[in-house]
């Protein structure tokens, strides 16, 4: 085990499999991890930071060394304030690599003394992202197994109730259309 703190940063819109497997493996590797959510205000989150948190901190529960955090800004900037030696970023892919490769060189260029570490996701989850996950839960499909089970029954919620909204503002547009259609017919 390495001694010092590590940063995980992300926005884990949502947690997926392949995330909790890099905090489970970096766990192991670091005297310290720090998940850190990323606050963006330029983005539209599908899930709060407190909903990205509460879910988090249930699956990180057991990890006793994994410490969970939001910061905005500059990661640098935030690895310095909580003293982290090491980024931990994942790599699933090429296409990831390149961006992660310019990603760890300016971060070195600005913070010389921030080491980056690249770790693959097992196997079963390097084709795994949240984007992926929101879009297939989004298109109705099944995201079993791609994320932990408390994140599949919030997708779930949250998607429902959506649905819900959306097919209740659905019935009011048809009810109004109905209703400025009969009053058209009367006139007539």
């Given at each position: 085990m390495n001694k010092g703190i590590a940063i995980y940063p992300g926005s884990f819109d949502p947690p997926t499999n392949?995330?909790?497997?890099?905090?489970?493996?970096?766990?192991?590797?670091?005297?310290?991890?720090?998940?850190a959510i990323l606050r963006n205000s330029e983005k539209?989150?599908?899930?709060s930071v407190a909903e990205r948190l509460e879910m988090l901190k249930e699956l990180t529960a057991d990890l006793k060394n994994v410490r969970l955090d939001t910061f905005h800004g500059l990661m640098v900037e935030y690895a310095k304030s909580i003293d982290a030696i090491c980024v931990l970023r994942g790599i699933r892919?090429?296409?990831?690599?390149?961006?992660?490769?310019?990603?760890?060189?300016m971060?070195?260029?600005?913070?010389?003394?921030?080491e980056t570490v690249f770790m693959m996701p097992a196997d079963k989850?390097?084709?795994?992202?949240?984007?992926?996950?929101?879009e297939v839960a989004q298109a109705g499909g099944p995201v079993r197994g791609l994320v932990p089970e408390v994140v599949?029954?919030?997708?779930?919620e949250?998607?429902?109730?959506a649905n819900r909204l959306e097919e209740g503002r659905l019935q009011a547009r048809?009810?109004?259309?109905?209703?400025?259609?009969?009053k058209e017919g009367k006139r007539k």
């Open positions: 392949g995330h909790l497997d890099l905090i489970q493996r970096g766990s192991k590797i670091f005297e310290e991890l720090v998940v539209t989150p599908m899930f892919a090429v296409s990831d690599y390149e961006y992660e490769l310019q990603m760890a060189l971060n070195r260029k600005l913070e010389p003394t921030l989850y390097s084709y795994v992202s949240s984007r992926l996950v929101r599949e029954l919030k997708l779930r949250k998607l429902d109730a048809a009810a109004r259309a109905a209703k400025h259609k009969g």
